[in-house]
């Protein structure tokens, strides 16, 4: 409500790295994680305490999946997520020119239905 910033500390059980997109839906945060494997979308919960907030639990949206091999961001629209699950990121070098003689992917966008 005030536009502070306050570092949000992981319980040891919660693999916060890779995030690549977050995005609040119904007081939890729904994590696109393309930093790690399996890539994965995560639902977080906050412990809902003042400045410091902790994330105290997650629950697995989506992994494993073949079609996320490519996950990158998306949008949330009413409670499902729109996900690009395939960006195509695999198709460029680290130079950001295209690798030669190979097809990019088609992009995927899934609907994900999330948690209430």
């Known amino acids: 409500a005030d536009n502070s910033i306050a570092r949000l500390e992981p319980a040891p059980t919660i693999a916060a790295t890779g995030i690549d997109g977050l995005y609040l839906h119904r007081g939890r945060l729904i994590a696109t994680q393309n930093g790690l494997e399996p890539r994965r979308v995560l639902a977080l919960t906050l412990d809902g305490g003042g400045p410091g907030k902790r994330l105290v639990g997650q629950q697995i949206v989506l992994s494993g999946d073949p079609r996320i091999a490519d996950l990158s961001l998306g949008a949330i629209v009413g409670d499902a997520l729109y996900l690009n699950a395939a960006s195509g990121w695999a198709h460029y070098g680290d130079d950001g020119a295209p ?8 992009h995927v966008i899934l609907k994900l239905p999330l948690p209430r």
């Open 99 to 106: 690798h030669a003689n190979e097809a990019a992917a088609p």
